[in-house]
């Protein structure tokens, strides 16, 4: 007889297969949950490269959402951390359950807009334009030139003290 080419899967199309298609769901859910899973060990292990000092760092991420727990060393890395993962491309919101070892002031946060520089942030944050490179510092080793920043990142913005 030979072979014959059919469209794969237009047979429950046709016969409406509700079994087919909460098959198929089933099979898209797992796939993205994998997916997220995956994005979550990137995530913590670009953490642990950036050398940002987490005990028992866990991150959850279910869809454009990412949990962050675990205990930070100091304020500056728990900031850091929340950092790396919303400025990591299909996150909207971090979800922020982390303690602290050592308590310091909170920093603030800024998101970058077109036509933004550190100079005109600290101009704006400081009075000075000149402190742009506590900006920089600040969001070390996320940030590796002054001026590489994007609109829509979000940057540490450190108390002076």
Do not use: C, W
């Not at 014959?4 to 949950?33: D, P, Q, R, V």
């Not at 000092?53 to 304020?75: C, F, H, P, T, W």
């Amino acid at each position: 007889m030979g072979l014959f080419s059919f469209i794969k899967n237009a047979g429950a199309k046709i016969f409406g297969s509700e079994k087919a298609a909460a098959s198929k769901k089933a099979a898209e859910a797992a796939a993205e949950l994998r997916a997220e899973e995956a994005a979550a060990q990137t995530l913590e292990q670009t953490i642990r490269d950036l050398n940002l000092k987490v005990e028992n760092l866990d991150i959850i991420i279910n869809d454009d959402m990412a949990r962050v727990s675990g205990m930070a060393y100091d304020q500056e890395t728990k900031e850091k951390v929340v950092l790396v993962v919303g400025n990591s491309e299909g996150i909207a919101t971090v979800d922020d359950q982390m303690t602290v070892e050592h308590e310091e002031p909170e920093a603030q946060f800024y998101t970058v807009v077109r036509g933004d520089s550190l100079s005109k942030i600290a101009k704006k944050y400081y009075g000075d334009a000149m402190k742009y490179p506590l900006i920089f510092e600040a969001n070390k080793p996320m940030l590796k030139d002054p001026n590489l920043i994007y609109p829509g990142q979000v940057l540490r913005i450190p108390n002076l003290d």
